[in-house]
């Protein structure tokens, strides 16, 4: 057993540790918060408005309304969030959506801007609002989240694997430009049981009929994703026992995906 003062059993961040979680309204981000608030850490929800009103998520921070795709939102959300932190240990960036499936050579210049802006973007310009105040945090760790999608070729998601592979470069970028101070991960999940496959929280519903049996029968594992089986990974990379780990990506995906 390690000794009392040893951390490198503990999956996630210490009690106490600051976390802003950016989409926390949406599946995984509602298990995240969940999880982060249970072990003592003080957990600072960011969504988008109408997502916080009808779904906020359970910690004892109030949400802090944003758009993610706007310099302006982002740096009226995060003015709020260093006048009530001061600093932050951890920072996941959740925010994004998919748009119903279709080939490249039909989609619409509209729907690819929009995918890119909502998902790459936004990646780009919260953490960019979000680095001095990890700068200003203890061991501090930033998650980022990506897509088995951006490695794994899949015909309709051409947007959406784009702006996902994008947020791997910028990971990488981020944790060489950051280090030693701050350790920058991501993570990429398969399918996950969350709204997100109808389009997302904060969003009209595609109807594009997500077919999870037939999907459930490729993975090795025989079952979809659940946001509790993503939040376990991030936990890790916001915690201690990935102290050694900066610029990874942990494909979460039952075996569907194995680089």
Wanted: charged share 15%; aromatic share 6%; net charge negative.
């Amino acid at each position: 057993m390690p000794s009392s003062t040893h951390t490198l059993w503990r999956l996630g961040p210490g009690e106490g540790a600051r976390i802003a979680v950016l989409g926390a309204c949406g599946g995984i981000g509602r298990a995240l918060v969940e999880a982060l608030s249970v072990t003592g850490c003080r957990v600072f929800p960011l969504d988008l408005p109408r997502s916080l009103e009808a779904a906020p998520p359970a910690c004892d921070e109030a949400g802090i309304p944003v758009d993610a795709t706007s310099e302006a939102s982002l740096a009226d959300a995060f003015a709020i969030l260093d006048e009530r932190a001061g600093g932050l240990e951890g920072f996941v960036h959740l925010a994004g959506f998919s748009a119903a499936p279709a080939p490249l050579a039909r989609q619409t210049r509209a729907v690819f801007d929009e995918v890119v802006a909502g998902n790459l973007d936004s990646t780009f310009l919260a953490t960019r609002a979000a680095l001095p105040l990890l700068h200003r945090g203890t061991e501090p760790s930033l998650v980022l989240a990506s897509s088995g999608l951006a490695v794994k070729a899949t015909p309709g998601y051409g947007p959406y694997a784009a702006a996902k592979a994008g947020v791997i470069a910028l990971t990488r970028v981020l944790a060489i430009e950051n280090a030693p101070q701050i350790r920058i991960n991501a993570v990429a999940p398969s399918a996950v049981e969350t709204p997100f496959l109808e389009g997302g929280m904060g969003r009209d519903p595609h109807g594009r009929g997500f077919d999870r049996e037939g999907y459930a029968k490729t993975i090795p594992l025989g079952r979809i994703a659940t946001a509790d089986d993503v939040v376990g990974p991030m936990l890790f990379l916001l915690g201690p026992a990935s102290q050694y780990m900066t610029g990874q990506v942990l494909h979460v995906n039952g075996g569907s995906l194995m680089p």
